[in-house]
Nanobody, 121 residues
């Protein structure tokens, strides 16, 4: 059974930082690409960042470049998203996902339930 569990969301003031974590389990995820996505109320789900299974390649949406950093620790089966210089428009549910191919797309194989990030102005 594949499981993805996000944590680390919360309420933060604009300009602040949060670090999201995703613990994953399952027989295949250590060799899968991992990604972070977000969905705000009334909006489509959008890609935020992705990392290849060895961590050698990372991908970012333009709106987070220079502010967010994705990383993974395969020994601990975790992937993280360090979010700095947060803006109110970053408010959304953030979801972790895994995919056999990975990369900057939306059709990932497995998804977590998400964690809420709220940035106040």
């Amino acid at each position: 059974q594949v499981q993805l569990v996000e944590s680390g969301g919360g309420l933060v003031q604009a300009g602040g930082s949060l670090r999201l974590s995703c613990a994953h389990s399952g027989r295949i995820l250590s060799t899968y690409g991992m990604g972070w996505f977000r969905q705000a109320p009334g909006k489509e789900r959008e890609f935020v960042a992705a990392i290849s299974w060895r961590g050698r390649n990372t991908y970012y949406a333009d709106f987070v470049k220079g502010r967010f950093t994705i990383s993974r620790d395969n020994a601990k089966n975790t992937v993280s998203l360090q979010m700095n210089s947060l803006k109110p428009e970053d408010t959304a549910v953030y979801l972790c996902a895994a995919d056999s191919k990975g990369g900057p797309h939306l059709k990932y194989d497995y998804w977590g339930q998400g964690t809420q990030v709220t940035v106040s102005s």
